[in-house]
């Protein structure tokens, strides 16, 4: 595990890294108004956060855990309908009767009984207050020139536990829009060619959204120290790098 200052000052940001591993996961604790926010890196596009003995599982997928061997979700946040990210089998998993789902209106063709929530739609869920916002691609197409992620069909997350603000991109770009997301805390950002953003794609989408802790994400085979290189010297954000692949 590696974690990477980009600041020095960042210490007195309320933002304390445990670093401890569970298992395979790293795993970071992050202080807030409302106690420890734990955050599980299982890996790829696949997180736990737990929060006041809430369970929130995002973009669940069987290859990159044992859902069986994890704890049951209160809540469950899916960004979109690609297969690296909506696993109905994983779902199952950690579903249960109470369990809440959150998805897009293609993910809801797939797994029944889910909340829909389109880009811009806000809701109290659990405790926690959600917003979906658009998640596409603007330059990266197929061969077909569709878009690898068109606009209006994905979504990203900003949870809000206690005090901090945490946005989860999915599988975007640098979009206008995230010019609108104000005092984001914690930022995942996706980072891996065709499907998402280059390292300076995600270094210009830090320097709009200004994060005090940037996990890149969803990075396979891309090169972090790129990021690290192009986020020197940048005041203020302190990158994480996690095994993300």
């Not at 914690?186 to 065709?194: D, E, G, Q």
């Not at 270094?203 to 709009?208: D, G, P, T």
């Amino acid at each position: 595990m590696k974690t990477i200052s980009i600041c020095l000052f960042i210490a007195c940001l309320s933002f304390p890294l445990t670093g401890i591993a569970k298992g395979n996961y790293e795993e970071d604790t992050i202080q807030t108004s409302d106690g420890d926010l734990k955050i599980t890196f299982l890996g790829h596009a696949t997180l736990m956060f737990t929060f006041q003995d809430k369970i929130v599982h995002v973009d669940p997928v069987s290859r990159e855990a044992d859902y069986t061997q994890l704890p049951r979700a209160d809540l469950i946040l899916i960004t979109h309908e690609h297969g690296d990210h909506l696993d109905p089998a994983a779902i199952r998993s950690i579903r249960t009767d109470e369990t809440i789902v959150v998805l897009t209106q293609l993910c809801a063709e797939k797994v029944q009984g889910g909340i829909v929530m389109k880009n811009g739609d806000e809701k109290d869920l659990c405790g926690l207050h959600i917003r979906a916002v658009p998640a596409y691609n603007i330059v990266h197409k197929q061969g077909n020139g569709q878009p690898y992620h068109p606009k209006g069909t994905g979504n990203g997350y900003v949870i809000q536990f206690g005090d901090k603000r945490v946005y989860v991109a999915g599988d975007t770009e640098n979009i206008p829009e995230m010019k609108k997301l104000e005092k984001i805390d914690i930022a995942f950002l996706p980072m891996n060619l065709p499907f998402t953003m280059t390292p300076e794609m995600v270094a210009e989408a830090a320097q709009v959204l200004k994060p005090k802790i940037l996990y890149p994400y969803h990075y396979g085979d891309t090169d972090t120290s790129e990021l690290l290189r192009r986020m020197k010297g940048t005041d203020g954000i302190e990158v994480r790098i996690r095994n993300m692949k």
